[in-house]
């Protein structure tokens, strides 16, 4: 029994470690996720917003056909 409270700040301090580790890799993963959603939708997005838009207008076209 005497043994578990140094165990408990043991672990304690590990687990904060741990926990400030998982925070900032989550953080760094969804900076890195935004960032690399904005660069791939400004490198294709409006090629493929041109596209749908032109299959759009191709459908309204065979409408009023």
Same mark, same amino acid.
């Given at each position: 029994?005497?043994?578990?409270? =140094?165990?408990?700040?043991?672990?304690?301090?590990?687990?904060?470690?741990?926990?400030?580790?998982?925070?900032?890799?989550?953080?760094?993963?969804?900076? =890195? =996720?935004?960032?690399?959603?904005?660069?791939?939708?400004?490198?294709?997005?409006?090629?493929?917003?041109?596209?749908?838009?032109?299959?759009?207008?191709?459908?309204?076209? #065979?409408?009023? #056909?």
């Amino acid at each position: 029994m005497n043994d578990l409270p =140094g165990l408990g700040i043991q672990g304690g301090v590990s687990l904060v470690s741990l926990t400030n580790l998982v925070l900032s890799g989550v953080v760094l993963w969804l900076l =890195g =996720g935004t960032v690399a959603i904005v660069v791939y939708r400004l490198i294709r997005g409006p090629h493929k917003d041109k596209s749908k838009r032109d299959k759009d207008k191709l459908k309204r076209d #065979e409408q009023y #056909e």
